[in-house]
């Protein structure tokens, strides 16, 4: 069995531009951690499924296409109907600052905004994202 974290990184939505979310994939697997790379144009259903049938410790959501309150809600509520809480929800992407204490009222734990460095991204899933006993 793996001890490492486990981390689906995933792109919602009509958005057609996935160069962040893989080189965030890349840092966090150069890391380290397991990485699922959904692509471009999943649904959050798609997503919560993979997270579950992967057995992800997070899942990682970039959004670029304005329609980030619509999609992270989604996803946090079907992880909450697959009774998959414990998954910790983070994001990226162009976020407007005034959206982020709704999101992370919704479980949103971490939204990281444009200039975020992997760096940050790593250690802050490091500190945040439970290890896996195993």
């Keep these: ?18 160069r962040g979310a893989k080189v965030v994939a890349r840092a966090l697997r150069d890391a380290g951690m397991e990485v699922i ?3 471009l144009h999943q649904t959050p259903e798609q997503i919560v499924e993979t997270a579950i049938q992967e057995d992800a410790d997070a899942v990682g959501l970039s ?3 304005g329609a980030h309150m619509t999609l992270f ?6 992880l ?5 809480r414990d998954i910790v929800v983070f994001g990226g992407g162009i976020i407007p600052d005034a959206d982020i204490p709704e ?3 919704l479980g949103v734990a ?8 992997t760096q940050s ?14």
């Excluded at 909450?80 to 998959?84: V, Y």
């Excluded at 971490?110 to 460095?117: E, L, Y």
Aim: no cysteine; charged share 25%.
């Design 121 to 134: 991204i790593v250690e802050w899933v490091r500190a945040n994202v439970a290890q896996p006993v195993g």
């Design 73 to 78: 809600r989604r996803v946090i509520e079907l």
């Design 1 to 18: 069995m793996s001890s490492r974290i486990r981390v689906v990184v995933a792109k919602p939505g009509l958005d057609g531009h996935d």
């Design 110 to 117: 971490k939204i990281f905004t444009p200039g975020a460095t």
């Design 63 to 65: 959004v670029l296409s």
């Design 80 to 84: 909450g109907e697959r009774d998959a």
């Design 103 to 105: 999101l992370e009222q």
């Design 37 to 39: 790379y959904t692509g």
